[in-house]
């Protein structure tokens, strides 16, 4: 991250535009990741599980200020 006035600069491995977001999809996906993480199932990667909740859980916050912007 580096900021310049009147620019900002943010490097990430990956990006949604803001028009992008689903609610409904980042809500599901939120479920199901905590779903596995609570489950403990043999054969669960729970790292992958952590990432996606923690993915779901950035687009509802993104959405959530995009709401509060609009």
Do not use: W
């Amino acid at each position: 991250f580096r900021s310049q006035p009147g620019l900002v600069t943010v490097l990430a491995d990956t990006a949604i535009r803001g028009t992008d977001l689903d609610e409904a999809k980042a809500n599901e996906a939120k479920r199901l990741a905590e779903e596995a993480l609570a489950n403990r199932q043999a054969g669960v990667d729970y790292a992958a599980a952590q990432a996606e909740l923690a993915s779901a859980i950035a687009q509802l916050a993104a959405i959530q200020k995009l709401r509060k912007r609009h």
